[in-house]
Structures are given as structure tokens and as C-alpha cells.
């Protein structure tokens, strides 16, 4: 609980230590770390691998799109839109994905982030085709505006929703709900003979893994005030996957680590050489993997670990 | 191959390809002629795939699955980026072993090109299954792959039949690049649509049987092919997302692919 | 449990204050014009380094070679070009990022050449509100110039496609009325406005057109659509398609001996790709394909006595080491950024940014590296910059011209 308080005071005031752009990129960091929470959960907690959640992005982003443009949704209505109907779409396929897993699961998902572009493009009286759609400018509402630019008011609004997903799932994951996820993750045959009915649980991580994904689409499409299909291509769902697995499959603060990761690990590549930018991401990806397979937050835990351990005295280690 | 022995899935391998592809095409630039270039190119791939298994992977080889799967992603991006740094995007013409006169049968035309390149997949994957299964060296991959603590006991060091297996790994997508190149020419995103239908194929197939991809391969590209063409409301925009529908939907009623074999566990 | 030293919240407060102090301090020379200094200019881009349409990033280094060469010159009325070019791996998302830090980090005077269609469209409304100059976009959709009223900062620069696809249209109209026309496009927004663009310059007979086929660029190749394009009896192509697209397309006619009169857009008209589909196809690939053109073409041997191809490899001997001077676009690079070198020069000394718009809108320029008789003009009324092409045709290896060049507003 501490280090929750501590995080939100540190995230309240770094907007105002920054500039705004920084401000405006560290929303983006925040969004994508809604995304891999989902995934963290779906596959880190509940072992179901999706190498297609840049689809529930997708679907996110252009309810957000379609609702402001055409039906003149305020954005954050929007976003709860964005929530259900991907909730919905996701709980459809977690059906499909039950006979799945490994290999065959990863190609399932993947079918969706390939099939993203095209279906996008072919129902262009909807979703604009590859023109795609342009909202107008996120800004904050009525009287905060004058005291909020857009960056630090997109930034807040990120975050606090960030704020409000990563506090509800750990305390959903507290309970039953979080145990039997991981139980039918480690061994499902001897989940079943406990009587954990795997059809509710995995349909519900992949339904609420992809609510967390639309919103953070949903969030996206606000900051950048645009969509397209080229926005959802392949490398989206890959980026996700990275970024959980780099942030550490194992834990929520994983999850922020990753977000933060995905979206500057390149824009720090880019400075270093642009043209090389690719070359220096992968070989930073590859070093990290090897130096830490947990993850940067199972890479934490471990020095935290070696920290605490007791010099000389015989006090005990605490779990 | 990968996949049977290490239960992961080497998403690098289309990259791993296009560079190979790209010191052939380096070496015929330089005055050296294809007969020569395309063995050299070969070797060099079997030899650096199996250094980068024995300096990459083998510190991870015990870390989770996932570990494995984003230092392989980390592999594709990093040799997308280095064939790219070096050779630049213009696409590059790449010549072919096969001549480009069509061969005529009754009113059928059928380009030299093609056939050479199913020729040749044919012929590598028969070489392929001998090895496997007539050859001693074979026969303990096999042994490695499947029970890796009796091959063990046996004397069979594990961690350099995994490099070979890649090394194997590597020459089949050399060769695959070498032979595509020349269609697709040749350039540092060249592999990256065909390994989508790639890995779709194997996965149809079966992903740990060979004979999977084979038959997944032929009849994603044969069933692509008429989707596209015949049924009008799919047209040529929404093949690919069709062609991804039925194969979900024929692993949902066998979820091992056509030919694979289910996994089964000790409970 | 271990003691650490948890930081005091209080501590905080006085680095707070530093920080926000020295920002105050950085933006408290509001007058100063933004990218500009006494001695230098800041221009912001973005090109796709990497990704699916990395071959476009050699632009950037065209313009980068350009610049250069102005620069040991003296600059412009006493300045140095510096140009901030990014790598946006053609995803919108990432541009917004990397133009919002350009603008508001690096304070560039304006944007230049930024390039793709969605990328542009992503930063438009922002450049817009902030009254930042977004000149002379890479792309060639109709947009730039049909909404310039709406976007008075925004800028094309290459000729439209739909003007290109209407010159074609118009051409068919005016040598072949009775044309059974098919076309393969690519399915986005360079395609799409290629249908439309030889819709238009058909007009009556655009019922004319039998079939229309698109790919997608992550189609391995476009095989199945040629066959469906013969199959519908067609006697005239259209294709809408990038080079790698386009020369699998050439290479196709000759497979399937099929031998319509073929349009090619200029996009994929290079003499690299016509080489490629030559050596794949056999000359039946290639023979008597139509394009337009309205940049030089380094490739092409009558061409390389003008002016603007001497100096255009001279400035590439000299600054632009490791290029390939075959390629075309390093030099499309160079035609944009001579524009913009000439639109700094015509603001004159005392550079604001509406200056630069200013003189943006009342172009009317001779620029040694478009083909000679295409004509660079805009006005404030008229917010497309290139709409002249010449029509050339392919024969025995060379791009030769047919005809005059043709004004697309005509």
C-alpha cells in the first residue's frame, strides 16, 4: 500500500518536472502499460499467450474515433463504449481459444492482429479506410483548460485511469479469482479436478485482458487525435508482448516498466543513431532477456532479494 | 525442427534468411558466380546459426519459454535492422539458377522458376527425412529432442544437438530466401509477408510434423489462391483474413493441426 | 525487515521549484521566432527509416546532401541550414510524438517534407493549430491541395495521383475510346485516389473500366490478381503499385504473354525497377509501357547533359558519399529541398513563420531538377504545387518522351 502512495505522488508531480512533450510520450507509456497488464494477466497470470491484443487495440481506438466523430461522444463515454464492446469481442474469442494453447493459441491471436488491416480498410464508409479518421484535439474539460495544456491533461487522464485499473485488478487477483487463474496456468487438469471450471475463468481473462487493451487503444486514439490502419499493423501486438514479458510477466509493476519501455526504448534508439535504430532496439531487447529472464521486474525482485538478505545475524527472510 | 527440440518457435528465422540472402547476393557483387556463391552462402549460414545458438541462446536455454520467444523476436528485429543498416531498403534484382522461359504443356504455361523452386523445397526436404531417420547424427537430434535426459545418460551432448538443429534450421530458410528472392526481390522486409503464410502453414500442418507443412503450405496457398479469385465478396482484399478464419477453424476441431500430435501430459 | 531510507516528500519541493524555475527561464524569450537564429535555421522531418516503406528513407538524404551544399555556399541571406530528420517507421502514431517533440523541444521554425499520407494527416490539424508551416509533404494525395483553405499551413509538393491518374484517363480518352481498361491497385489511400484520379479523367467512358483489382502491401506477391485482370478480356492496365508490387506486375504480363496498353505509375517508373522486370519478364515485361514523369531521371541517358543532372552529381560527389546516384529518389529529394531552400530565400532576411508562408503561396519557381517544362506554381487560391507531368514511354530499355507535358488543371 505504501509504495502505491508513494508511486501516485510520484506520478502526480512528474508533469510539472518535465516538459510538456516528455509529459505527452510518458501518456503513451501509460496507456501501453494498460495494455500489458491485460497481459499480464491473460498470459503471465492466467498462461494463455496472445500475440493479437493490437486487434482490441484497434477496436478501441476506432470506437473512440467513430462515437466522437460521427455520434459527438465525449471521449471518456467513449472509453467505457471502447471497455464493454471489447470485453464482448474478447470473451468471444477466449471461447474459441479454449481448445488452444501454446503454438496454436499464438497463431489464433495472431490471425487477429494480421486481419486488423484489411478489414479496416474494406469497410472504409465506417472506419474512413486507410485515410482513416481525425478527431479534434484532446483537451481538458470546461474549467481546467486554462490551467491544463492538452500534454499534461492527457498525461493526468492516462495515468488516472491506469491509477483505477491497476488498483482493480490486484484486488480482484487477491481472491479466488486470482488463484484459480494461476492454478489452471500451472497444471489445468488438476484445476478442473478441484472444480475450477475452466470455460469462466480463461473466457474471463481474455475478455477482461481485452477490455484493458481497447481502453488503452481508446486512450491512444485521443492523444495522437487520429487512427488509421497503419497505426494497428503486426509489430503493435509483438510490441505488447515485449513489453510484458521485458516489464516482467510475474507482477503489475511489470506491467508500468514494460509501458514505459516499449515507448521509449525507441525514441532512445533514435538518438543514438537513426539510421541503426532497429539494430540498437533488438540487440537492447536480446541483452535484457539474457541478464534478465524474469523481466525487469522479476530482475527487481532478485537485487531486492540480495539486499534484504540478513548479514550475519539470523533474522528471517521475509516472503 | 526448432520448435520439436526446444518447444519454441524461432521467430527470427525469415530475417536469419534475408541476410544469408543478402552475403549471397554481396558475394555475386563482388565477381563471385552463382554456382560458388550459393554453397559458400549455405555454410556460412549453418556455421553462424549455430554460433548464435551457442553464444545467444544457450544462456537461456532453461528460462521460461517466453524468455526465449522475445530474445527470438529480438533476433528477427536486430537482423531486420542490420540487413537494412548495411544493405540499405532499395529492393535489389536477384538473379535465379532456373531460366526464365515458361515451359508449355498443351495450354498451360508454368514458369521455370516455380517449378525449380518446388523442385528443389521437394528435393531438400527429402534430403531432410533421410538424415532424420537413416542417419546416426539424426537419429541422435531426434533422441535429444524428445528425451533429452535419456540422451543424456547416453552421452549425447544436448546443448550441441540444439546448435545443430538450428544450424539445419538456418540452411532451409537460406535456401528459401535464396530461391524467393528472385520473385519477391530482394530486400530487407522481403521474408516478412511470406513467413505470416509460413508459419500459418505450419501451424494447419501441424507444427511438429514436417509432412504438415508440406500439405499446410499447399493448401493454405492453393485455397488463398481461389478464395481471391472466385468468390467475389472476399475479392483480393479480405483473402488473408478468410484464409486466418478457416485455419482457426480447423484447429479448433483439431487443435494439434492436421498432422500434429496432441501434447500429452503426465498428470 | 531491512532499514532503508525512504526519501523525504519534502525534499522534493525545492527541486520542484528548480525545475520549474529554469523552465520559465528557457521560454521567457518569447519574442525570438522559434528555429531561428542569427546564424542558423532549424528545419523538423520525419521519413521512414525502417518499416514497411523504409525505401522512401534515402529522401531524407537527398535533402540532407542539398542542404549542405547551401550551406558551404553561405546558407540563405547569411543562414546555415540545419535539418532534424526522424525516423517514424511510417506509423502515425509515432509521428505525432516525434513532430511534438520537434516543436516543442527542439522550437524547429517549420516542417519540411514530412513523409507518407496517414502520417501527414496525423500531424496536420496539430501543425495547423499551432501555426507551424507543414511544407511540401512527400506524398502525392489530392488533399494537400483540395483542403488548403481549411489547412492554410499545410504544403504538397509532388503532383497528385489523381492528377497523374486523370492524365492517364484523359490520354485513353483522347488514342483509344473503345479501351476496355483494367486496374491493380494498391489498397490504400495512394490507390484508392488513383482509381478515382482515372475515373475522373475517363468521365463518360469511365464505365469503361472492366475490372479493378487491389493487394495489399503485405501480399507476398500479386500473381492472382494479374491472372484475374486478364481473365476479364481487358485490353488496356493501369498500375497503381510500388515498385516492388509494380515490377511483379510487369514481370506477369510477360508470364501470362498478355499485351495490353500499360499505364505505370511514376512512383515505380525507375529505371531500377524497369531493369528488374526486364531481366525477370523478358522485354515483352516492359516494351512500350507509359509513364509520366516530372523530376529528372538519373538514369537516363539524354538527360545527362542538362544542368540540373550536372548538378546534381556534383552535389552527390561531393556531399552525399555512400549514396547511389541511380536513385531516383536521393534526387526527388534534392527537387523538394531546392524548393524549400528557394521559398527561405524569397521570406527574405527577417524570418517569421507566416513570412515563410507567404512566400510558400506565391510560388513560382524554375527548378533545375524537374523535367524541363514542368512548372512549380501556387497562390493563396491555389494550394497545389505540381500539376504538370510529361508522358514518356518505355522502348528498348530507354524512357523516352511522348508527346508535351500535359497541365493536369487543364
Known sequence: MKTFALAAVVVAIVPWLLPQYIAFELAYAGAYAIAILGLVILTGRNGQISLGHGAFMAVGGYT???????????????????????????????????????????????????????????????????????LATAHAPGALAGVLASERWLYYETWLVAGVLFAASWFALQG???????????????????????VIYKTLAFAW?????????????????????????????????????????????????????????????????????SLIYGISLIVVMIAMPGGIAGGIQRVARTLSRPRGGSQPERT | MIYRSMDVINFAQGEMAVFTTFVAW??????????AAFPVTIVISFVAAVALERTVIRPIERAPQLTIVIVTLGLLITFNGLSGWIWGYELKAFPSPFPTSPIRLGSVSFSSQDLGVIGVSLSALLLIYLFFARTK??????????????????????????????????????????????????????????????????????????????????????????????????????????????????????????????????? | MPEFHRPSLKALVPIAALYILAGSFASANADAVPGITPTGILLGGTHPYSGPASAYG??????????????????????????????????????????????????????????????????????????????????????????????????????????????????????????????????????????????????????????????????????????????????????????????GAMVALGQLSWKPTTYLTNVSASQTAMQAATKAGGAAATDGIISDAYTLDPTNATQANTAGMKLYRDILAKYGQGLDPNNGFILYGMAAAYTMVDTLQKAGKDLTRDKLMDAALHLNEKNPFLWPGVELQTSPSDHFTIREEQLIHYNNGVWEPAGSVIDARK
Open chain 1, 64 to 134: 473512440v474515433a467513430i462515437a466522437a466523430t460521427r455520434g459527438g461522444w465525449p471521449p471518456e463515454a467513449a472509453l467505457l463504449l471502447a471497455a464493454v464492446l471489447c470485453a464482448f469481442l474478447g470473451g468471444i474469442v477466449g471461447v474459441v481459444a479454449l481448445r488452444l494453447s501454446g503454438a496454436y493459441l499464438a497463431l489464433a491471436t495472431f490471425a487477429l492482429a494480421v486481419s486488423v488491416a484489411p478489414l479496416l480498410k474494406r469497410f472504409k464508409e465506417v472506419t474512413g479506410g486507410s485515410q482513416g479518421i481525425t
Open chain 2, 26 to 35: 554481396q558475394l555475386m557483387a563482388q565477381g563471385m558466380p552463382l554456382w
Open chain 3, 58 to 247: 534515402v529522401i531524407g538524404k537527398g535533402i540532407a546532401a542539398y542542404f549542405a551544399y547551401v550551406n558551404d555556399r553561405g546558407g540563405v541571406n547569411g543562414r546555415k541550414i540545419t535539418y532534424k530528420d526522424q525516423d517514424d517507421a511510417y506509423n502515425p502514431a509515432q509521428t505525432v510524438q516525434i513532430v511534438k517533440g520537434l516543436a516543442e523541444q527542439d522550437q524547429v521554425f517549420a516542417f519540411f517534407n514530412t513523409l507518407g499520407t496517414p502520417s501527414n494527416l496525423a500531424i496536420r490539424q496539430y501543425l495547423n493549430d499551432q501555426k507551424i508551416p507543414q511544407l511540401f509533404v512527400a506524398t502525392g494525395a489530392t488533399t494537400w491541395g483540395a483542403d488548403g483553405v481549411k489547412y492554410p499551413y499545410t504544403l504538397g509538393f509532388n503532383p497528385d495521383y489523381q492528377a497523374e491518374a486523370t492524365i492517364f484517363g484523359k490520354n485513353i480518352v483522347a488514342h483509344q475510346p473503345d479501351a476496355k481498361i483494367a486496374i491493380l491497385y494498391q489498397n490504400d489511400d495512394f490507390g484508392q485516389d488513383y482509381v478515382t484520379g482515372l475515373q475522373k479523367g475517363l468521365g463518360s467512358k469511365a464505365s469503361q473500366i472492366v475490372k479493378m483489382a487491389s493487394y495489399e502491401v503485405s501480399d507476398p506477391d500479386v500473381r492472382s490478381q494479374m491472372a484475374t485482370l486478364q481473365g476479364s478480356g481487358a485490353d488496356t492496365l493501369v498500375i497503381a503499385a510500388t515498385p516492388k508490387f509494380a515490377v
Open chain 1, 176 to 198: 479466488r479469482l486470482g488463484r484459480a487463474l494461476r492454478a489452471l496456468r500451472d497444471n489445468e487438469i488438476a484445476a478442473v479436478s478441484f472444480g475450477i471450471n475452466p
Open chain 1, 209 to 277: 485482458s481485452a477490455a484493458y487493451a481497447g481502453i488503452a487503444g481508446a486512450l491512444i486514439a485521443n492523444a495522437t487525435a487520429y487512427v488509421s490502419p497503419d497505426s494497428y499493423a503486426l509489430q503493435l501486438s509483438i510490441t505488447l508482448l515485449i513489453g510484458a514479458v521485458l516489464g516482467g510477466l510475474g507482477s503489475m509493476w511489470g506491467a508500468i516498466a514494460g509501458g514505459v519501455i516499449v515507448e521509449f526504448l525507441p525514441l532512445w534508439a533514435q538518438t543514438i543513431n537513426p539510421a541503426a535504430s
Open chain 2, 137 to 267: 547424427l539424426g537419429l541422435a537430434m531426434r533422441a535429444a529432442a524428445l528425451y533429452p535426459s535419456e540422451a543424456r545418460a547416453l552421452g549425447i551432448p544436448h546443448g550441441w544437438m540444439l546448435a545443430l538443429g538450428w544450424g539445419l534450421a538456418s540452411v532451409m530458410g537460406t535456401l528459401s530466401g535464396l530461391m524467393v528472392a528472385p520473385i519477391v526481390f530482394l530486400d530487407p522486409n522481403m521474408m516478412q509477408s511470406i513467413v505470416v503464410y509460413a508459419f500459418a502453414a505450419a501451424v494447419l500442418g501441424g507444427i511438429d510434423s514436417p509432412l504438415g507443412a508440406v500439405v499446410g503450405g499447399l493448401t493454405l496457398g492453393v485455397a488463398l489462391n481461389l478464395l481471391g479469385t472466385y468468390v467475389d465478396f472476399i475479392g483480393t482484399d479480405l483473402r488473408l483474413p478468410v484464409a486466418f478464419a478457416i485455419i482457426v477453424a480447423v484447429l479448433v476441431i483439431r487443435p494439434s493441426g492436421l498432422f500434429g500430435r496432441p501434447r500429452l501430459t503426465r498428470v
